[in-house]
């Protein structure tokens, strides 16, 4: 990744410093966000079919689940208010050789048109 930044550089810039009691915790969460979309691929699979869906991943944060939604084939766009987060998304995609479509922005502020996806996935933004 010549002057590409990494993914993990990137990550840990936005973590706490290593010394915080959480740092583990958010290190952890966000690495294991392909897992966390394999889990809401299953969940959700159970309700509807994905077959040839185009997904929204609202507040993707540094991107695991639209990544995992994308290495199956799925047409998805990945989007979260804070910049970081979605430049983090962007290189975790590029590393997997992934195109993956990002963008930030809000989901008031979202510029798609109506019935532009077929599933839309917001997890872990609305607590």
Not at 14 to 37: C, E, M, S, V
Not at 57 to 82: E, H, W
Not at 85 to 108: D, I, M, P, Y
């Amino acid at each position: 990744m010549d002057n590409q930044v990494k993914f993990s550089a990137l990550l840990e810039n936005n973590l706490p410093d290593p010394t915080h009691n959480k740092y583990q915790f958010y290190k952890n969460y966000a690495l294991d966000g392909i897992l966390r979309g394999e889990k809401i691929h299953k969940l959700l699979g159970k309700f509807t079919s994905f077959k040839n869906s185009t997904i929204l991943d609202l507040g993707c944060g540094y991107g695991g689940t639209a990544i995992y939604f994308s290495q199956q084939g799925y047409s998805v766009l990945a989007v979260d208010i804070d910049y970081a987060h979605v430049n983090a998304c962007r290189a975790w995609a590029k590393e997997k050789n992934l195109n993956l479509l990002t963008e930030v922005a809000s989901a008031e502020r979202l510029a798609v048109l109506d019935k532009s996806f077929d599933i839309v996935i917001i997890h872990d933004v609305l607590e």
